[in-house]
């Protein structure tokens, strides 16, 4: 039981610095361009959200199995997981 609490808290770091970062991304944008939305932002490049799982789920097993994972490690790999993705535009 507590191995599936540790992967919920988990799951819950990687949702949750992945969503920051998108919500970050978003109100950078709207500040130049006052029409964007978080919508746009999630539909226009898809294969984004692949390359967004891919990389905070590699990053989790890393973490893993160096023995460092927690709520806090997933956070910030969550975080730059999508931050990651970012970079593919560039």
């Given at each position: 039981m507590e191995i599936i609490i540790m992967y919920w808290?988990?799951?819950?770091?990687?949702?949750?610095?992945?969503?920051?970062?998108i919500i970050k991304k978003v109100i950078e944008?709207?500040?130049?361009?006052?029409?964007?939305?978080?919508?746009?932002?999630?539909?226009?490049?898809?294969?984004?959200t692949i390359m967004v799982v891919f990389y905070a789920v590699a990053g989790a097993a890393g973490l893993n199995m160096d023995g460092s994972l927690t709520f806090y490690t997933a956070l910030v790999t969550g975080f730059a997981a999508n931050s990651l993705s970012g970079k593919a535009d560039q």
């Open positions: 808290s988990v799951a819950v770091g990687l949702i949750i610095g992945v969503a920051a970062h944008t709207r500040e130049t361009v006052k029409e964007f939305s978080l919508k746009m932002y999630l539909t226009e490049n898809p294969y984004k």
